[in-house]
């Protein structure tokens, strides 16, 4: 397991349709974030799963955004009837509960562009 | 609720020389760790030095060193010997431990960009 896997790199997509994307965490790594970064801006935090459990939301997850950590293994997030102010860097994030003072391992990200 | 501040949106330096990079925080956890973290052109934040909060000595790896001092709460970040590959964002990030409103959810600055100059 050589770190933290998201597909698709670049999704494009027409304003009012669904996208889901997808990330795999290190296998040992119990916990699991999602941020989104926008142009000129840091990483903001969009939710966290502590194994399959989604333990927080931040305000900024829409009741357009879902995400699933199914067995606590691989995660989701679907974003549905698309906006173009949904267009950013999604990145995904994990650690152990136990070495999370030692920096949180992050993805590639999914660009996402709605047009 | 904790913060991230960093005030410098662009910084250059010269291929070889040091350089260091600003990072203010605010927080009521008294237990706290922060980051940075290094965000070249291909968009992959890397990993690049934690320092904890009961930390004795400032955390240093390799060319990386971050100047902790708690009283002002300040976290810089010391490039030395910069490198042409030292390019990118560079993003400040802290985490509380859950104490006194203090989240464990790591929270981002806005991120200096750093050109090197050969």
């Known amino acids: 397991d050589t770190g933290v896997s998201q597909n698709p790199r670049h999704k494009i997509t027409k304003r009012g349709q669904n996208v889901t994307f997808r990330c795999d965490p290190i296998?040992?790594?119990?916990?699991l974030y999602w941020y989104r970064q926008t142009l000129g801006q840091g990483p903001e935090f969009l939710t966290y799963?502590?194994?399959?459990?989604?333990?927080?939301k931040s305000r900024l997850l829409s009741d357009r955004f879902s995400a699933e950590r199914p067995k606590g293994s691989f995660s989701t997030l679907e974003i549905q009837r698309t906006e173009q102010g949904d267009s950013a860097m999604y990145l995904c994030?994990?650690?152990?509960?136990?070495?999370?003072?030692?920096?949180?391992?992050f993805g590639s990200g999914t660009r996402l562009t709605v047009v | 609720a904790q913060k991230i501040t960093q005030t410098q949106p662009g910084m250059f330096v010269q291929e070889k020389e040091a350089v260091t990079l600003d990072c203010t925080y605010d927080?009521?956890?008294?237990?706290?760790?922060l980051f940075w973290y290094k965000q070249p052109s291909s968009g992959e934040m890397i990993f690049l030095i934690y320092?904890?909060?009961?930390?004795?000595q400032n955390a240093t790896e390799g060319r990386y060193s971050l100047n902790f001092q708690k009283a002002r709460k300040s976290a810089n970040l010391v490039i030395s010997a910069s490198q042409l590959g030292d390019s990118a964002m560079y993003f400040c990030?802290?985490?509380?431990?859950?104490?006194?409103?203090?989240?464990?959810?790591?929270?981002f600055g806005r991120g200096t960009s750093l050109i090197v100059h050969p």
């Open positions: 320092q904890g909060s009961y930390d004795q």
């Open positions: 799963f502590q194994n399959e459990a989604q333990l927080e």
């Open positions: 994030a994990s650690s152990h509960r136990t070495v999370a003072n030692y920096g949180y391992t």
């Open positions: 990030a802290m985490r509380g431990f859950g104490q006194e409103g203090g989240s464990y959810i790591p929270t």
């Open positions: 296998s040992e790594h119990n916990r």
């Open positions: 927080t009521s956890d008294p237990s706290y760790g």
